[in-house]
């Protein structure tokens, strides 16, 4: 598995202030895009199976369903996904939020957005797809349907061979190590 890891903005020394990271070049200076990354690696590799990080504090349900369901496409899958509440006041800032909502609060919503995406993925299985040329008939309309929430359906199957991506997650607080365990 090789999976990238992320943060919405540039890591900060000491001082408050992103000058040392830049000077030294040192760790969460440079964050590429991950999920554009991983699609990248798929082109080349058969063996190592992808994993990117997507915040649940700042990324919506249907965004992360489809951007992963993507790389499980282009890979073949297993990709799978690195569920983070992020940790840090100003990355909430870049996403235009004053700030990070409480650790409790921040698993709750993950809690919510976590069941949303494995709902989405459900909501086109790959093989309601017919792809028929002789008959014209793409995919099975009654499977393909939105949530009960009413979301969706997904613009690109979730799984590959009934398998839907995989969750990793490393929460170290109780908090974080009970939602992990769920
Ligand atoms: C191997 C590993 C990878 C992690 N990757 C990320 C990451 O890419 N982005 C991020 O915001 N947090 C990342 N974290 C932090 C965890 O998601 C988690 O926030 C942290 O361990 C603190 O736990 P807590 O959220 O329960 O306080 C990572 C942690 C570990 C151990």
Known sequence: MLFVPDAMAMARGHDGTT???IAAGAKGGIYLDPVTVMSAVASVTE???LGCTLSTS???AYDIARRVATLHQLSGGPAAWNIVTSAYDYEAQNMGLPGLEPRADRYHKADKVTQ???DVWQTFP??????DTETGRFADP???Q???HGIGPLTVPGDVEGHRPMLLQAGASPTGLDFAAR
Do not use: Q, S
Request: glycine share 0%.
């Open 58 to 60: 700042f990324v919506p």
């Open 47 to 49: 063996r190592l199976r």
């Open 126 to 131: 790959d093989d309601a797809l017919w792809v």
């Open 142 to 144: 009654t499977r393909i």
């Open 146 to 148: 939105p949530t009960n």
């Open 116 to 118: 949303e995406v494995l």
């Open 19 to 21: 000058d040392a990271v």
